[in-house]
């Protein structure tokens, strides 16, 4: 059974550089099958793609957000990673590593971790 | 920017049917968006209903179906149960590897 699940801290201070890594068990960081995404939800609100990246290390991002963000994969260690800078309150939100199968364009996140809330303020 | 929209808000009766709709604040949604479906609890990760417009996840009862209805994309569920009131949210394929979540319909069970 795959799983996903983020770690990271719970809060940073606003202007700084908000860093989660997402470590999957039961399946391949590796494996071309799949696209690794980031995706949040501010507390109350709706759900916000941020990006994915591949196992080859290409990533891809909302554009809202792509100034901002850097993703990146470890191979080694099963894990994938997201970071977002100059935050302010407003990325204030619990933030969803999820599984994407590369086979179709659809939207399809299979699998999902349980979600991590990362809080902006001083 | 084109936005993905969806009803704030729907109520069903036990039992009755309900259409749950994602459009687009400009222009149809089609086949060619891919739409999908996704059901969450309060606290609780989504879970994946529908992909590529009508192809239901594993495990997701045959109660839940998802079309195109006009210029919009569907997610209809039949003989609604009380464990269905969840927020639902549609998600479309906008290009060049881009994915974009509608606002969510908020599902009551009533």
């Known amino acids: 059974q795959v799983q996903l699940q983020e770690s990271g801290p719970g809060l940073v201070k606003p202007s700084e550089t908000l860093s989660l890594i997402c470590s999957v068990s039961?399946?391949?960081?590796?494996?071309?099958?799949?696209?690794w995404n980031w995706i949040r939800q501010p507390p109350g609100k709706g759900l916000e793609w941020i990006g994915y990246?591949?196992?080859?290390?290409?990533?891809n991002s909302n554009p809202s957000l792509k100034s901002r963000v850097t993703m990146s994969v470890d191979k080694s260690k099963n894990q994938f990673s997201l970071k977002l800078s100059s935050v302010t309150a407003a990325d204030t939100a619990v933030y969803y590593c999820?599984?994407?199968?590369?086979?179709?364009?659809?939207?399809?996140?299979?699998?999902w971790g349980q979600g991590t809330l990362v809080t902006v303020s001083s | 920017q084109t936005v993905v929209t969806q009803e704030p808000s729907f109520s069903v009766s036990p039992g009755g049917t309900v259409t749950l709709t994602c459009g687009l604040s400009s222009g149809s949604v089609s086949s060619n968006y891919y739409p999908s479906w996704y059901q969450q609890t309060p606290g609780q990760a989504p879970r994946t209903l529908i992909y590529?417009?009508?192809t239901r996840s594993s495990g997701v009862p045959d109660r839940f179906s998802g079309s195109i209805l006009g210029n919009k994309a569907a997610l209809t569920i039949t003989g609604t149960q009380a464990d269905d009131e969840s927020d639902y949210y549609c998600?479309?394929?906008?290009?060049?590897?881009?994915?974009?979540f509608g606002g969510g319909t908020k599902l009551t069970v009533l």
């Open positions: 590529s417009t009508n």
């Open positions: 999820a599984r994407k199968v590369s086979s179709t364009w659809s939207p399809n996140f299979d699998y």
């Open positions: 998600a479309l394929y906008m290009g060049n590897g881009i994915s974009v």
């Open positions: 039961g399946g391949s960081v590796s494996s071309g099958s799949y696209y």
């Open positions: 990246i591949y196992y080859s290390g290409s990533t």
